[in-house]
């Protein structure tokens, strides 16, 4: 039986480079070397078929590339991809079974497992990225803001800039009786920490969650709501959000379309930070374990082909098909292709802005969870104090580096990544000060870090 | 020949034709003109003004909107930018075009693009399916689903699903409010006693509907392998579309001309036969009035329904389209609510087509 399968998986194997060419896809001449490579390691595939969910943003790229290169093919999985039209639908539709897995935001999985909106179990092999978000302010309140930002001698705005720039602006809206609204894609959204953290970190206080009230607005100088990313810029045209923290093309939208400035990029705020990443639930995972690890592989893939210089352009032109981002490529090329523009015409480098796979970027850090659940402590969303351990066992039941491992062995097996490439690590980044306030962060001290900040909940 | 021509035109509902059909034929030509003048050619004029002034309309807010940007250039970041995005919106570079309402050359290229797209996708499917083909034959010795295409749907396999689930949700409307209309038109106590909860879910929105379903049938269907988007999508329409039809049911039912009723009484009719052999046809003209609107109300809400449960139908594809904001996006959208309007159009014929056939009172309405 089993060796039948495996024939079966053999044969596909072979039928692929041929399927793939007479598809005329972009990637066809690579996946046929690879193709021949692929033999001894194949897993027994527990189903083939799967669904995977997204939301239309550039740092699901990985998913589209494993696609259009045949990587998940390769792996034996055929799989279709859903735009998903809000990140509470992907994470219901995850839970109900109705996708096998998704893009999710880093927040979504450790939310679920931490007490914080519906509970479910989920895991979480594989991070999607790192860094790709920016705050965008309107137009208006950008020409009020610019005159605090400090400038270089050639008139250029230095970055990164600050949050103490807004305060001002902030306060003036306030007296003049205009509450401060500004937009975020989700309550446990990196988007959501990040903007907190840019905010706070110039002493404006963007509010707490309680367990009475989970708007998140309590005591706040600024009311973060939620919007979906594809609809930020309609949202910020229209004049309902000042402002808003969201990840790629929507904050190069806005500039595009001339309706905001992004003012600073999570770049700045959190060097390297976690964005994305892709979740499967923990049923799945036990049921399936091979299917896992196959869909690991293939994105492990997918993520190393799209850090490979030179291969940008034509992931650019993957995302702008209608069925994946689709925005117009030239919006999606600016961010993607190392640059960003800030205010129209400035344009600079920022070659770490979109990272899939290089720092080790796909691997799941319980460092990086650890961050998230501080933070979830910090602006209330976890109401009660909790032990250090407790944040430590908690990560380790949905960050699962031990499949990221074995899928990434296989691949230096097979020789399509180098060994190196494998972090020699227990899964905790060293302790670092890359943040916007320099504040330092220890994965192993959970409690000491939240007790650091002057905003935030302490225990 | 002729008149029996005519007499489809007139039953499918394309009765304008009928001068031109009598004016071929020499018939009374002055008054057959006039009428021919009337019924097709003043229609075609007002679709030829209604072109011309959504195509002004959309130079207009073209102009504008590309006059703002020149003007933003200037006051922003002085003259030379100012010409330099005058050049690039003349030079037609899609990073710089105004992005509003899309004129009709604009429309149709986008349909072009989009019967090509189909075409591709139809290409790949081929493809796909040969590839998977031996896969799926093991699959299928062993005992297991076959492999289904992973693409993405057409634009014209979305109309389908869309299709499907009207027709999915006008059939459940029907089998839930012809049976319920006709049970409560008999008996005017029943009909009082229903008309509260009739009155108050009658206007209630689509989406309330959708997520009401979608309250129910996760958790009544664990099956992760049953399309519940589908499932949920079609049931949603057909409790937002069924109202027209149950009250013209109930109305049809409990205004049966009382002759008939008393034929029934004489010939001692039991229950069954009365409903089968008097109410029913004579309440037929009603019911089928109901299901017209239940069809048009079926599609009409489908859009917004869709949208919401991620069916992959006509909904999700204007909402996408709307959130990829790509330089062609508005035109798709307009493509498609061109489909929507003319699939609307024709399903309402089809149905006066059937209501015609079935009623004693041809014409009529």
Redesign the interface.
């Given at each position: 039986m089993i060796k039948d399968m495996n024939r079966n998986l053999l044969r596909l194997i072979l039928v692929l480079p041929i399927a793939l060419f007479s598809c005329g896809g972009g990637g066809s001449a690579s996946s046929e070397e690879a193709a021949e490579e692929t033999n001894s390691t194949a897993l027994l595939i527990e189903k083939p078929q799967l669904t995977f969910g997204f939301i239309k943003l550039t740092d699901m790229a990985p998913l589209a590339i494993a696609k259009e290169l045949g990587y998940f093919e390769e792996e034996g999985l055929f799989v279709t991809i859903e735009a998903q039209s809000n990140w509470k639908n992907v994470l219901d539709r995850v839970i109900d079974g109705q996708l096998d897995g998704s893009h999710m935001l880093a927040g979504q999985p450790i939310a679920a497992g931490a007490g914080f909106g519906r509970q479910a179990e989920l895991i979480t092999p594989f991070s999607m990225d790192l860094n790709g978000n920016g705050i965008t302010v309107s137009n208006e309140v950008w020409s009020k803001m610019k005159p605090n930002v400090p400038v270089d001698d050639s008139g250029k705005t230095i970055h990164p800039i600050k949050a103490d720039a807004l305060a001002p602006v902030i306060s003036e809206y306030k007296n003049s009786g205009k509450p401060f609204k500004m937009g975020m894609v989700f309550p446990v959204s990196t988007h959501n920490y990040e903007i907190r953290y840019w905010l706070a970190a110039a002493g404006i206080n963007p509010g707490f969650y309680t367990a009475e009230n989970i708007q998140g607005q309590v005591d706040a100088d600024v009311l973060l709501s939620v919007t979906p990313p594809p609809q930020m810029p309609a949202t910020l045209e229209a004049g309902t959000i000042y402002g808003y923290c969201v990840g790629e093309p929507w904050n190069q939208q806005a500039v595009f379309k001339g309706i905001g400035v992004p003012v600073t990029t999570n770049y700045d705020i959190w060097q390297n930070n976690p964005e994305k990443v892709f979740v499967m639930t923990k049923k799945f995972v036990d049921q399936y374990p091979n299917t896992a690890k196959a869909v690991t592989k293939a994105l492990i893939r997918a993520a190393k082909w799209l850090d490979t210089p030179g291969n940008r352009p034509e992931a650019v032109g993957i995302l702008s098909m209608p069925e994946y981002v689709g925005a117009d490529s030239v919006v999606i090329a600016n961010s993607m292709t190392g640059t960003f523009e800030f205010e129209k015409g400035d344009k600079r480098s920022m070659p770490d802005f979109n990272v899939f796979y290089r720092y080790h970027a796909t691997y799941p850090f319980y460092s990086d969870g650890i961050w998230f659940l501080t933070q979830m402590r910090r602006w209330g969303q976890i109401p009660e104090s909790k032990p250090e351990e407790w944040y430590h066992e908690t990560i380790k039941k949905i960050y699962r580096p031990d499949i990221w491992k074995e899928a990434a062995d296989m691949l230096v097996a097979e020789g399509k990544i180098p060994a190196e490439d494998i972090p020699a690590t227990d899964g905790y980044k060293p302790s670092t000060t890359s943040f916007i306030d320099s504040n330092p962060f220890d994965g192993k001290n959970a409690i000491s870090y939240i007790n650091s900040f002057d905003i935030g909940n302490k225990n | 020949m002729k008149e029996k021509s005519i007499k489809t035109l007139k039953f499918v509902g394309l009765g304008f034709l009928e001068p031109l059909i009598r004016l071929i034929n020499k018939e009374e030509p002055r008054k057959n003109a006039t009428l021919f003048f009337k019924k097709a050619l003043l229609p075609a004029l007002s679709i030829c003004t209604f072109l011309f002034i959504w195509y002004a309309g959309s130079s207009a807010l073209y102009i504008s909107e590309a006059t703002d940007?020149i003007e933003?250039?200037r006051t922003?970041?002085g003259d030379t930018?100012a010409e330099e995005m005058r050049a690039c919106i003349v030079s037609g570079d899609?990073?710089c075009q105004p992005?509003t309402l899309p004129s009709p050359s604009q429309v149709l290229t986008s349909l072009k693009t989009l019967w090509k797209d189909h075409q591709e996708i139809s290409e790949?499917k081929a493809?796909?399916k040969?590839?998977?083909a031996?896969?799926n034959k093991?699959r299928k010795a062993q005992g297991l689903?076959p492999?289904?295409y992973?693409?993405?749907p057409s634009f014209l396999d979305q109309i389908g699903t869309s299709l499907k689930t009207v027709a999915a949700g006008c059939l459940l409307a029907m089998l839930i409010a012809v049976p319920i209309g006709i049970i409560i038109g008999l008996s005017e106590p029943l009909r009082t006693a229903f008309n509260w909860l009739i009155q108050i879910f009658r206007p209630v929105s689509p989406v309330v509907w959708l997520l009401l379903v979608f309250m129910i049938v996760?958790t009544v269907i664990t099956d992760?392998d049953l399309d519940?988007?589908f499932i949920i999508s079609f049931i949603s329409v057909g409790l937002c579309a069924m109202w027209a039809t149950l009250i013209n049911t109930s109305m049809g039912v409990s205004t049966v001309d009382k002759d008939f009723v008393n034929v029934g009484k004489v010939l001692k009719l039991n229950v069954g036969q009365n409903i089968f052999k008097i109410v029913l046809p004579a309440s037929l003209p009603m019911i089928f009035t109901g299901l017209r609107i239940t069809v048009s109300v079926a599609w009409m809400v489908l859009i917004a329904i869709e949208?919401?449960a991620?069916s992959?139908g006509l909904g999700s594809f204007v909402?996408?389209?709307?959130?990829?904001?790509?330089?062609d996006?508005n035109a798709k959208i307009i493509v498609a609510m061109f489909i929507i309007g003319i699939i609307g159009f024709l399903l309402d014929r089809i149905m006066l087509t059937v209501q015609n056939f079935m009623t004693f009172n041809k014409g009529a309405v």
């Open positions: - | 940007r933003k250039a922003e970041q930018a899609i990073s992005n790949k493809a796909f040969e590839k998977v031996s896969t093991q689903a492999i289904t992973t693409g993405r996760k992760p519940k988007s949208l919401l991620q992959p909402w996408e389209e709307f959130q990829n904001g790509a330089n996006s």
